[in-house]
């Protein structure tokens, strides 16, 4: 049966049959034709069309088929305005209570002026309603009365539960917003809040702030990929209550700004493998330096420029993909005033991870999930965005990341005779070696396995689990090519320090072990800089992204040290989420402040499948900060 492998496409340039394909198991030759049609990729370091961004691009011929919906984003005109909320007309006026405004007296009347005063001109009707569904204002409740012969056709009481204090809580209230709007048909929407208590006028523009941007991100399903899909009607948002005037309007721009560079980073992340391959990848990054060419230059590189620069880690990982591997490089300037940071951005761009010859198996790999391997680029890509937009002065930003191409879609393709086997040793650009040894994911997976019931049905089902049982009870060194991500992490972090950053943020979808240490929404934080952490966490505290601070124990460091290279690429399973940063530090200059975030957890919404656009907002708020 013939194979068809194709890249993106221009030219036909070769058309390849080889006699013998390599069985992944037991690596026997097997007799099947294979015809591998190769088209030509341009290089993007060229590249100087406008064109828009992902969101918007139009889509080549892939594997499959398959080509993204010229879907617009949706544009939302965010306002302020001061006036009566009852006088407010439109289709949904939505009020966030707490559970202290949803206090009432004996009469069943509520306490709280606002909603006393909405609650009399709609005859109690309001009260009423709250008392009959049992609405208190806890969060996630919501009541929606539609109402006639007022401003508003429906009144809504969106829960914030005791208090609400913080970004995350807020913005949340605005994706709840966006929720009921949906459910509504609504094309516009007051929003306001029942108690503001003695807020300061930085917290309202911060709250006012939070609250459009969940409402705009609330809004936005990505459907580009869906043979019929409903655009959404919202097309106006009334932040009521929080004043008026130029600096409310700048900072609900920012919203607006920022909220579409987490849009076109979830679609980097939400686009499948055959779609987004590491050319792509390159593609829209150039498009962003194109788009803001006043602050923006890139930088491509190639395999072959890859290999003068000594990046073996990362090539090494390349090897084994058809696509070819891109370095992007953009670099940020501001238009005009002094330079008073140097900072790099890293993102880990594995377009897709099948584990190479570790290859993920079994229930609880996630090998259909793993297009969400880029996620750290799209991070640094979205906050490049929003930054080309926002355009802060006084910093210098370099955005450096590898789109790596270990792989495509295909299994077959992740696995070749120019693959990295395990056991292979590695050189990184700054000449330290790589042993690619110890600890296959298996392990770490383990758990999991055993969480669902066995079957056998075949042969290869019962060496597959001799083979788990095998590496979880005996202590032996598997070697491990499934380790891949902090290899190109390597080289990204060198030329980072090269280009003279001062300080450098790495974000990797780089353990599970972070993800059982700390859950599905909480990112894991490594470094050794106090001065640093404290202004990620500031920023992530603004942006209401959830960080926990790890331990960087360098005692563990005994567990990376191999018998024939500099050192292994994955310790042991206890601790392999600090093992995994140990290993990174190894590559970041000790001049130099850096910090490493595993966001192997928040990237990915398991319940709404799909991708959460984590990290930009944060990354976006730190270089923002570094500019006042």
Known sequence: MAAIAVSLATSLTSVVVPSSLTSLVFNKLNSAPCLRVTFSISRFSSYRGGGKLMAHSLARATLGLTQPANIDVPKIALSAKEIDVAEWKGDILAVGVTEKDMTKDDSKRFENSLLKNLDAKLGGHLSEASSEEDFTGKPGQSLVLRVSGHGAKRIGLIGLGKSATNTYAFRNLGEAIAAAAKN?????????????????????????????????????????????????????????????????????????????????????????????????????????????SDVFSATILNAEQCKELKMGSYLGVAAASDNPPHFIHLCYKPPSGPIKAKLALVGKGLTFDSGGYNIKTGPGCSIELMKFDMGGSAAVLGAAKAIGQVKPPGVEVLFSLRPVHFIVAACENMISGTGMRPGDIVTASNGKTIEAALACLLIENIPVWFSFPIVIDSVSDVFCCLYVISCWIIPLQVNNTDAEGRLTLADALIYACNQGAEKIIDLATLTGACVVALGPSIAGVFTPSDELANEVFSAAEASGEKLWRMPLEESYWESMKSGVADMVNTGGRPGGAITAALFLKQFVDEKVQWMHIDIAGPVWNEKKRTATGFGIQTLVEWVRQHSS
């Open 184 to 292: 509504a048909q609504a094309n516009n929407v007051g929003i306001v809040l029942a108690s503001t208590g003695n807020t300061s006028n930085e917290s309202k523009l911060n709250i006012a702030s939070a609250i459009a941007s969940g409402t705009v991100l609330g809004t936005y399903e990505d459907n580009r990929y869906k043979s019929d899909s409903k655009k959404p009607v919202l097309k106006s948002v009334d932040i009521l209550g929080f004043g008026t005037g130029p600096e409310l309007d700048k900072k609900l721009k920012y919203a607006e700004d920022v909220s579409s560079a987490v849009i076109f980073g979830k679609e980097l992340v939400n686009s499948p493998a055959n779609v987004l391959t590491p050319a792509v990848l390159a593609e829209e990054a150039t498009k962003i330096a194109s788009t803001y």
